[in-house]
């Protein structure tokens, strides 16, 4: 099983540019995330979905849009990127309902640098 | 929002020594998780937490669910080079509450192990 996949790995934006974040996952999860992890600061949430079709802002939203438009994938864009977006983001998946507990299922992240 | 605290925020030792590391909160946990993150990839579970008190080994690793439930700790030994990264203490906000499965980061404790 592939799990969680990200695509691409690396990106490097210029100010202003948008572009889509992919996630897909093959283990049948109702819950997929985005987050961001910034040296020092740990992982943190900006959007995520309960299940298609539904989305929902975390700590951080703001420059963020996603959408969940089939079960497996959660596309995350940024419309026009700003150097503070610099980052690594990660996509995460879990089950629904009693079972969130259990954890997560991290992407392997990507690596984005905006100029 | 509910904020996790990892102390220490980075560790140098040499191979075969144990380590400890812990994550303290202002507000109660029902779940504690501990995540590990190579270089370059995404965090991995380790061990989870539901009951105060508990005390969980998964290997050289053993994690406790601190009795006021506000902590948790997370002890390795004989540490090997392999267990170089970083761990992340995780658990869902809003205790007495749905959290559509979000998960509170702790910053991370970065762990260096020289041979």
């Known amino acids: 099983n592939a799990g969680v996949t990200q695509t691409p790995k690396f990106r490097v934006l210029k100010t202003g540019q948008s572009m889509t974040l992919l996630c897909a996952q093959d283990?049948?999860?109702?819950?997929m995330y985005w987050y961001r992890q910034d040296p020092g600061m740990g992982l943190r949430l900006i959007h995520y979905?309960?299940?298609?079709?539904?989305?929902a802002k975390g700590e951080v939203p703001d420059g963020y849009n996603v959408s969940r438009l089939k079960k497996q994938n959660f596309l995350l864009g940024l419309e026009s990127a700003a150097p503070s977006q610099t980052s690594v983001y990660f996509c995460?998946?879990?089950?629904?309902?009693?079972?969130?507990?259990?954890?997560?299922?991290f992407g392997s992240g990507t690596r984005l640098t905006v100029v | 929002g509910q904020q996790l605290n990892q102390s220490p925020q980075s560790m140098f030792i040499q191979e075969g020594e144990d380590v400890s590391m812990n994550c303290t909160s202002s507000?109660?946990?029902?779940?504690w998780l501990w995540y590990k993150q190579d270089p370059g990839e995404g965090p991995v579970l380790l061990i989870a937490?539901?009951?105060?008190?508990e005390l969980t080994s998964n290997g050289r690793l053993t994690a406790q669910f601190g009795i006021t439930r506000k902590d948790s700790f997370l002890n390795i030994s004989a540490s090997i080079p392999s267990d170089v990264g970083i761990y992340f203490c995780?658990?869902?906000?809003?205790?007495?509450?749905?959290?559509?499965?979000?998960?509170?980061f702790g910053q991370g404790t970065i762990l260096t192990v020289h041979p």
């Open positions: 995460a998946s879990s089950y629904g309902g009693m079972r969130t507990n259990y954890g997560y299922t």
């Open positions: 283990m049948n999860h109702e819950y």
């Open positions: 979905s309960v299940g298609e079709g539904t989305t």
């Open positions: 507000s109660i946990f029902n779940t």
């Open positions: 937490l539901y009951k105060a008190g």
């Open positions: 995780a658990g869902p906000p809003n205790a007495g509450g749905t959290s559509y499965g979000k998960l509170t």
